[in-house]
């Protein structure tokens, strides 16, 4: 079936770097954009980044630019983000998430950017 | 980047009652704008696409209006599963900006 998963949180010291992944299945994951949401304890939704479905563009929310860096690997089903500089307030669980809206062979799009498919969510701990 | 505001940020209702949440984008986004749930230690599921798109499994009971800047969603008759928090989004342009959720209590 179609999933996410994400896997590589932890605790760390702040400053000090980390790296998440989510693995993709059930469905052509190179025909998807995909993005980076997290959701601090007790608090609402914060989108993070977004990477192409071709990994050519990126865009990040101002609060982690400069310090995070998404990525994704095609072959392997891959999504990836490298966050260093780590700090107190980067503490959340983070979310990987698909939109609806796809890419045909051809780099038409269809559909919508809503976020359809969610991991289950891995927490991340910045804490000295 | 584009702000969105979401009213009320709680609200108490009873099972079968009928509950309207706004939100008021800073700038008008068309209709590039979804609805979520999610209930507590659950990752979000979407609701509401392009403003007022049912998404495929969703009970009939959630509708989505509005464009522009301004912007609905109605819960029809409260079911004791629709007790949740709720949050819209905006995809106009490059940044995904959440409002800052609903809490639906009984």
Known sequence: ?128 | DIQMTQSPSSLSASVGARVTITCRASQSISNYLSWYQQKPGKAPKLLIYAASRLQSGVPSRFSGSGSGTDFSLTIGSLQPEDFATYYCQQSFGTSYTFGQGTKLEI
Not at chain 1, 11 to 28: D, E, N, Q
Request: glycine letters at 10%; aromatic letters at 14%.
């Open chain 1, 1 to 128: 079936q179609v999933q996410l998963v994400e896997s590589g949180g932890g605790v760390v010291h702040p400053g000090r770097s980390l790296r998440l992944s989510c693995a993709a299945s059930g469905f052509t994951f190179s025909n998807y954009a995909f993005h980076w949401v997290r959701q601090a304890p007790g608090k609402g939704l914060e989108w993070v980044a977004l990477i192409s479905y071709d990994g050519r563009k990126k865009h990040y929310a101002d609060s982690v630019k400069g310090r995070f860096t998404i990525s994704r690997d095609n072959s392997e089903n891959t999504l990836n983000m490298q966050m260093n500089s780590l700090r107190p307030e980067d503490t959340a669980v983070y979310y990987c998430a698909r939109p609806l809206g796809y890419y045909d062979s051809s780099g038409y799009y269809y559909g919508s950017d809503a976020f359809d498919i969610w991991g289950q969510g891995t927490m991340v701990t910045v804490s000295s």
